[in-house]
């Protein structure tokens, strides 16, 4: 029997010898949108180039997501390998440290080629912080038939002014046709991102060097009136109800004549399955007032490695291969240039293939003219477009919103809706030690 066991044990030994080393799993954290569940679908292409890792997804609805992925990386839990974050959370957690730097990608990923615009938001002190996935600005999408009939032509670059004209000169309410759907939804990333970025054209900024909120300006109280009286003359009915979703219904049903938000929409309002006016849409930069600021702003998920991975090479390898030109290659292939993550790199614009989509290079300009470390005509304090990259910037913006939303709808003045804007972010400013 002694013999026999001491058999079976060389036999066991042998054959591990002989078998290969068991893989290396990586978990990674992502929301639900169907470029990322496009990703997911086509990864089986990562595990045949490396056989040594395994890939466990944990997909989720976005607000889940962030209140996951953020426990998880401040306390380093070690949870996830590879997270899915908004150009929000690089500066601020790439400033903590809670991120590895992607500056050692091989040199055939060529960092060089990602945007400049989308590259700036994702570096920490010289560090790139999360490789984008897709990226996205805002611009106008407006009806050519309508802005034809009014006996206007857009400009390629329009001023508000302009905007203003146009929008007043399509509207026709008795056939439930308005010239200009905006968000007006309160919400940090609704009726804020378009406020935040419409007012950096205004001249204005939510703080001052000293971090002394500035909702009590002249450009601040300049922004929400024109934006108010606009929406009012030439918007929807219940207009402080509408974010992205409802003002995309109202474009495809043929209801908006322009409408001001995220260069993503393109693709759905030219879709001919979804949009009633899919022949009839142009694009346009977003508005400006001359001062030397679009009104438009600068988003892109990315992925990103925790410090607390315990796997940051195979982790590297995964995001260096989903966020590459081969992927955007292997998209293509698949589901047409249409299709591809946009918004991320110099070399994808480039390509003739897909600047036949009609919408390439009005999202590659948006994209351009956005500076999220100068964000706004006076020096600021902080970086981001739409958002103020500070943690406390998610609570004061959405009580923000609810103020601004509340003017739109008439239930307050536009003076009152500032001044509680004002004294609710001092406040909270305080409280958070920025000022005394």
């Known amino acids: 029997m002694k013999l026999f066991a001491r058999a079976l044990v060389g036999v066991s030994a042998l054959a591990l010898l002989a078998s290969p080393a068991l893989a290396e799993t990586i978990t ?36 889940i997501l962030r209140q996951r992925v ?19 959370e690089v500066p601020i957690w790439g400033s903590k440290g809670w991120l590895v730097s992607l500056n050692d990608l091989p040199a055939s990923y060529d960092i060089d080629d990602i945007l400049p615009a989308i ?26 038939d309508l802005m034809a009939k009014a006996g206007l032509e857009m400009p390629d670059a329009p001023t508000w002014d302009f ?11 008795d056939n439930e046709i308005y010239g200009a759907c905006l968000r007006g939804k309160a919400g940090w990333g609704e009726n804020m991102a378009f406020l935040t970025a419409m007012s950096n054209s205004f001249g204005a900024k939510w703080f001052d060097m000293d971090w002394n909120p500035q909702f009590t300006s002249d450009a601040w109280k300049e922004t929400l009136t024109f934006y108010v009286n606009l929406l009012n003359d030439a918007g929807p009915p219940g207009a402080s109800n509408n974010g992205f ?158 103020q601004f939303s509340a003017a739109l709808a008439g239930s307050t003045s536009i003076e009152d809706a500032l001044q509680n804007a004002q004294n609710l972010t001092e406040r909270e400013m305080k409280r958070a030690g920025y000022i005394k």
């Open 119 to 144: 590259r700036g938001g994702l570096t920490v002190d010289g560090e790139l912080m999360a490789a984008p996935f897709y990226g996205e600005s805002s611009m106008v999408m407006y009806r050519k």
């Open 70 to 88: 953020t426990t998880d990386v401040a306390t380093k839990g070690g949870q996830y390998d590879v997270m899915t974050i908004g150009t929000y």
């Open 245 to 402: 979703n409802e003002n995309l219904s109202l474009f495809q049903t043929g209801k908006c004549g322009m409408w001001i938000d995220a260069t993503v929409a393109a693709s759905f309002v030219t879709n001919p399955n979804d949009s009633q006016v899919a022949d009839q849409v142009g694009f346009a930069l977003a508005p400006d007032t001359g001062l030397g600021k679009r009104g438009n702003w600068l988003w892109a998920w990315s992925l990103a490695i925790p410090a607390g991975t315990q796997k940051e090479e195979a982790a590297k390898k995964f995001v260096a291969w989903a966020t590459s030109k081969e992927y955007l290659e292997l998209v293509a292939s698949n589901e047409g240039w249409a299709n591809v993550p946009p918004g991320t790199r110099t070399s994808l614009y480039e390509n003739p293939e897909y600047a036949k989509v009609p919408f390439a290079q009005m999202t590659l300009d948006s994209i351009n003219s956005a500076d999220p470390k100068n964000p706004t005509i006076d020096p600021v304090p902080y970086v981001g477009v739409q958002f103020v990259a500070i943690p406390e910037f998610q609570g004061i913006a959405t009580s923000t919103g609810q």
């Open 28 to 63: 990674i954290a992502t929301v639900n949108n169907g470029d990322m569940i496009r990703m997911q679908k086509l990864s089986g292409e990562f595990t045949a180039q490396n056989p040594d890792i395994e890939l466990e997804w944990v997909t989720l609805e976005e607000n």
């Open 163 to 173: 905007i203003a004209e146009a929008a007043r000169a399509m509207t026709d309410k």
